[in-house]
């Protein structure tokens, strides 16, 4: 259940991948997706994706969408130059893709990941296309049902890819927490056994930690220099501080799933003693004598015979002369 992104492995007792979601958020201008990169790398995250298109590739020219979409398209030479600009920053450039050319422009720009989004989980020559490359792919998982996902994988598989992720999703904007799901991140690894991530929605950085102590592996999250800019998504993006915390947050999320055994910590061992209880007299108890209940007490700390030795003490001669408060050893009895 494990599949690797350039130097990243991604699975089971992996760090978590984590990708800042630029999308559209560059607003088709080179610099601003320039401080998109710059940022997002000081930021903490492991990639930035972008989202590649041409508006002929994604909307009929009749949408009430294609002129956006065609807005915030870049150039061949704008996305070369963003992907050297990532590489010279240390952070992964990744983008989701939508069409031949656009496919074909990633290859050359020689990303180790495709990035396949919800809405094209159906798109299976897409996807049959992006296979073809032998590139490790993130499958986004919104708005489709578990067969749609099993059709959409076959056809990776069929391609002899087997480099695949899947990414739980739900596609609201903003997501609430109640429909957030997060259980089924489980479901997605039994039925698939694949490593599986999460492509959060919601607002704030609460849940991509929760994400992460439910299993994922990966966590993507929209990503904006200033959610007060105009355009479609910066509004439900964490700005570079917030991002950071979330980051944060993940990583000390990591270090506390542990392992499904119960263990006891060195400071616990410490505190052991001193918090547990030991059997005490009640009394005086004089050489000689039989104990009985009346005789003893429970206080701590834990240093002397365990409580759980109460019933057992009980009837036993006492062997030296025991003070009041004073804790009972087994050499006593």
């Given at each position: 259940m494990k599949i690797t992104i350039d130097n990243f492995v991604i699975g089971d007792t992996e760090p978590t991948f984590i990708i800042a979601e630029a999308g559209l958020n560059h607003d088709g201008d080179l610099s601003q997706a320039k401080r998109l990169i710059k940022s997002a790398a000081s930021s903490g995250a492991d990639s930035i994706k972008f989202q590649i298109f041409k508006a002929e590739e994604i909307s009929s020219p009749q949408s009430d969408y294609y002129d956006l979409f065609k807005s915030l398209e870049l150039s061949d030479e704008e996305w070369i130059d963003l992907a050297e600009y990532a590489d010279s920053n240390g952070i992964l450039f990744?983008?989701?893709?939508?069409?031949?050319?656009?496919?074909?422009?990633?290859?050359?720009?020689?990303?180790?990941?495709?990035?396949?989004?919800?809405?094209?989980?159906?798109?299976?020559?897409?996807?049959?296309?992006?296979?073809?490359?032998?590139?490790?792919?993130?499958?986004?998982?919104?708005?489709?049902?578990?067969?749609?996902?099993?059709?959409?994988?076959?056809?990776?598989?069929?391609?002899?890819?087997?480099?695949?992720?899947?990414?739980?999703?739900?596609?609201?904007?903003?997501?609430?927490?109640?429909?957030?799901?997060?259980?089924?991140?489980?479901?997605?690894?039994?039925?698939?056994?694949?490593?599986?991530?999460?492509?959060?929605?919601t607002i704030g950085t609460l849940i991509p930690a929760l994400a992460v102590v439910m299993g994922a592996d990966l966590v993507e999250k929209h990503f904006t220099l200033d959610q007060n800019l105009p355009g479609p998504d910066h509004q439900l993006s964490?700005?570079?501080?917030?991002?950071?915390?979330?980051?944060?947050?993940?990583?000390?999320?990591?270090?506390?799933?542990?392992?499904?055994?119960?263990?006891i910590t060195e400071d616990e061992k410490n505190l052991r003693s001193l918090a547990r209880r030991s059997i005490t007299a009640k009394k005086y108890i004089k050489k000689g004598e039989i104990l009985t209940e009346d005789k003893i007490k429970y206080l701590r700390p834990g240093t002397g015979i365990e409580p759980k030795f109460g019933d057992l003490i009980i009837g036993k001669t006492v062997k030296n002369d025991i003070d009041k408060d004073q804790q009972l050893q087994w050499d006593d009895l």
């Open positions: 990744t983008a989701s893709v939508f069409g031949t050319h656009s496919v074909d422009l990633f290859d050359e720009i020689e990303s180790p990941l495709y990035k396949v989004a919800s809405g094209d989980l159906t798109y299976l020559q897409l996807l049959s296309q992006i296979a073809r490359k032998k590139k490790p792919i993130v499958l986004s998982t919104g708005m489709s049902s578990i067969c749609e996902i099993e059709e959409a994988l076959n056809v990776v598989y069929n391609e002899g890819n087997q480099n695949i992720a899947l990414m739980h999703c739900v596609s609201n904007y903003p997501t609430n927490y109640e429909d957030t799901n997060l259980n089924f991140i489980k479901t997605l690894k039994k039925l698939f056994k694949v490593p599986v991530g999460f492509s959060d929605h964490l700005e570079p501080g917030e991002f950071k915390s979330m980051v944060k947050n993940i990583r000390l999320a990591e270090t506390s799933t542990g392992s499904q055994m119960k263990t």
